[in-house]
């Protein structure tokens, strides 16, 4: 199932398992919190855009009743693995991992058809930050393969009429974002800055939109993530599979 290159690991405290490469991209909080904030609610059909090696699309079917969970993602070695995570965990009945450039998003769906579309795209333009020499942490990080405004187009294609789309991304960008949310139709309705303690600078900001939805954003409490030095806040620590923190 797995090669010498590669671990499996757990997702969380969840019975979830990801294959991932020793050396390659592997997954951090954010798919997480990106998870938490959207909350599913009842949405059917989701996609994830830029899935890598599989974690949100595994934690979206873990975690929600939908009944089709759709990841795009364009390396190939890295659609391979996501499909091998899938079968793992026993999930092909209801995640699919297309492999595809969202950027050709019209070769790969119908569109209209997705409740939520999630997404965590790379932070960081070209010239913005060292470019990592692995192909996988690279295309992760910085725009080398689309930009925002691809991820945005893509999730706007996708979306049925009042589908929601969230994202987590850097602050520094927020302005950026909320106008290319604007401009390509998804209504900026809610938002959280991400500390990860109390009195430090927000680190990431999560942000959700509603396709042609009406102007009216509301600023939500800050997300701490740490309450200790390695101790997560007890919402953090939920959203993580911790469920005996209370929440």
């Not at 951090?28 to 699309?57: E, H, K, M």
């Not at 050709?104 to 790379?122: H, M, T």
């Not at 945005?152 to 049925?160: F, G």
Request: hydrophobic share 40%; aromatic share 6%.
């Amino acid at each position: 199932m797995h090669r010498p290159d590669e671990t499996i690991d757990p997702l969380g405290v969840t019975s979830l398992r990801l294959i991932q490469p020793k050396q390659g991209f592997r997954f951090s909080l954010d798919p997480f919190l990106l998870c938490g904030f959207s909350g599913f609610r009842d949405a059917q059909t989701i996609y994830d855009l830029g899935c890598g090696n599989g974690v949100i699309p595994l934690l979206a079917a873990g975690r929600s009743l939908a009944g089709r969970v759709v990841g795009i993602e364009r390396q190939p070695q890295m659609v391979e693995r996501a499909r091998r995570s899938v079968a793992l965990n026993e999930m092909n009945s209801r995640v699919t991992i297309l492999e595809g450039d969202l950027r050709e998003i019209r070769q790969l769906s119908p569109g209209q058809e997705a409740d939520l579309v999630l997404a965590n795209p790379p932070f960081r333009v070209p010239g913005n930050g060292r470019i990592s020499t692995h192909d996988e942490r690279a295309a992760a990080r910085h725009e080398l393969a689309g930009g925002l405004a691809d991820f945005l187009q893509a999730a706007h294609y996708l979306l049925r009429r009042g589908g929601r789309c969230c994202l987590v991304f850097l602050p520094e960008r927020l302005p950026e974002l909320l106008m290319l949310m604007q401009k390509y139709h998804l209504e900026p309705k809610r938002m959280r800055l991400v500390h990860h303690r109390v009195g430090e600078e927000a680190r990431l900001i999560l942000v959700e939109g509603f396709k042609n939805g009406r102007p009216g954003l509301v600023v939500e409490p800050p997300l701490v993530l740490y309450v200790a030095e390695q101790e997560l806040s007890r919402e953090v620590a939920a959203w993580y599979g911790l469920e005996d923190s209370g929440h």
